[in-house]
């Protein structure tokens, strides 16, 4: 007999995805949604092998939702699957554009950078395509957001080392490694490294303008 969590996740499909900007009542959900997706043994995006603790804390993701050139969007999941439905409180994926303007004294212009991060879609909705969906609609918000005549736009991400098929993903959506890469922080604030090389290699993708 089917649950009505295995309809609602069968319902869901990639012409259904919709996103909107998280508020600071979303941080329960966002930090549950993270610290699943990235520190728990499910789905295939997960850093469990890698990295222990947790990924994030309410009192971060609330000063991250603060922050006015920062912008995190999440799926909520729906009564209804629907965007008109009734929001049920859980989210079933997220991602996050910082917005990045840096002066090029040389050239007398500006960098149109933006950072996308906090990427994550629920382990029982991973393999549908909606993780595609989220990230393109975070690159056309970027490209809109920073589009100048002049200037192309600069989308980065960093990803652990270590995560070939992760890469293979990124690489497959037009991103490619920029060579900057530094150690993942052993601050105890990002969760606990699980092996001494463990590094954050960026990725860089241009949009030209």
């Known amino acids: 007999m089917m649950t009505n969590d295995a309809k609602n996740t069968d319902a ?9 900007q998280a508020t600071a009542n979303d ?20 850093e469990a092998n890698l990295v222990g603790g947790i990924r994030t804390t309410q ?3 609330t000063s ?26 859980e989210l079933l994926a997220c991602i996050a554009v910082d917005i990045k303007v840096e002066a090029d004294l040389n050239k007398k212009a ?31 918000f970027a490209e809109r957001h920073l ?3 002049d200037q192309p736009t600069r989308l980065t991400m ?16 037009g991103y490619q490694l920029n060579g900057n890469s530094m150690p993942f922080p052993d601050d105890g604030n990002n969760g606990e490294p699980k092996r001494q090389d463990l590094a954050l290699l960026e990725l860089e993708k241009i949009i030209n303008a």
């Open 27 to 46: 941080t329960g959900a966002l930090e549950q949604l993270l610290n699943l997706c990235y520190r728990q043994d499910q789905g295939w995006t997960n």
């Open 158 to 173: 960093s990803i652990l080392s270590h995560r070939p098929e992760l890469l293979a993903y990124y690489q497959r959506r």
């Open 147 to 149: 589009k100048s005549n």
């Open 59 to 61: 009192a971060e993701l």
């Open 64 to 89: 991250v939702i603060a922050n006015p050139k920062h912008y995190v969007f999440v799926y909520p999941k729906t009564d209804t699957g629907e965007r008109d439905g009734e929001e049920t409180g």
């Open 110 to 140: 500006h960098n149109n950078k933006a950072y996308i991060g906090m990427f994550a879609v629920h382990p029982k909705l991973q393999g549908l395509g909606i993780g595609n969906v989220i990230l393109q609609a975070a690159e056309t």
């Open 12 to 20: 869901i499909n990639r012409d259904k995805v919709f996103l909107r």
